[in-house]
């Protein structure tokens, strides 16, 4: 079967690092997203993967490893705005998004 | 801005009475998708459109069905909404399928059913 697997919840302070994990397993793989959502609101594009390697942008940055069926995202200088879930996604073969549930992120100052 | 725009944010129906969503953007992208999404869950995909081709997943109820009048518009429509429906329905678009393609969501509609 398809499935994703990440954390149901975090926690970080404000101004530090966090990494959110996610391992997947599908039916080929067109490219792994991560899409983040605030409470009550709908999923924005963040990140797109499809090679080895890490992504910057700004604070955020994600990263992939094909062979090992593993992704993060990495959140830099975090802030209190940050707090939300981070949704994983990853396309199979049939250029269909298998979601993960998302993991909540929670920041403290 | 170009954007994905649903109607209404909110929606207060009761068991079994008929309710249409609606979805329009102004992106002019071939896909049109439907998920539901329940508290703490994964978005689930109902529909999706490419272009005028409808396709449905497997597991979608047949109490769901979807109109894509034009490129612009796309419809939900549940006959009999039952208390295991209420949710939030997002409506999103991409350019194209394929992974380089990301998908733009709608604000999304909230559907109590009482």
């Known amino acids: 079967g398809q499935n994703i697997d990440q954390p149901t919840e975090m926690t970080a302070t404000e101004g530090a690092i966090v990494q959110i994990n996610c391992t997947y397993q599908t039916s080929g793989f067109n490219g792994l997203f991560w899409y983040q959502q605030h409470a009550g609101e709908a999923p924005t594009f963040l990140s797109y993967n499809v090679l080895d390697g890490l992504e910057e942008k700004g604070r955020f940055s994600s990263f992939l490893s094909r062979s090992k069926g593993y992704s993060y995202l990495l959140l830099k200088e975090l802030q209190m705005k940050d707090s939300a879930s981070y949704l994983c996604a990853a396309m199979d073969s049939n250029y269909q998004l298998i979601w993960g549930a998302g993991t909540k992120l929670i920041i403290k100052p | 801005d170009a954007m994905v725009i649903q109607n209404p944010r909110y929606q207060v129906t009761q068991f079994g009475k008929p309710v249409t969503l609606s979805c329009s953007q102004t992106?002019?992208?071939?896909?049109m998708y439907w998920y539901q999404q329940k508290s703490s869950q994964a978005p689930k995909l109902l529909f999706h459109y490419y272009d005028k081709d409808f396709n449905n997943e497997a597991d979608t109820p047949d109490n769901f069905q979807s109109r894509r009048p034009n490129t612009s518009f796309c419809f939900l429509d549940i006959r009999s909404p039952g208390l295991g429906d209420a949710a939030m329905y997002l409506c999103?678009?991409?350019?194209?399928?394929?992974?380089?393609?990301?998908?733009?969501f709608g604000p999304g509609t909230r559907l109590t059913v009482t």
């Open positions: 992106l002019n992208h071939n896909v």
């Open positions: 999103a678009t991409s350019r194209d399928r394929g992974g380089a393609y990301e998908q733009y």
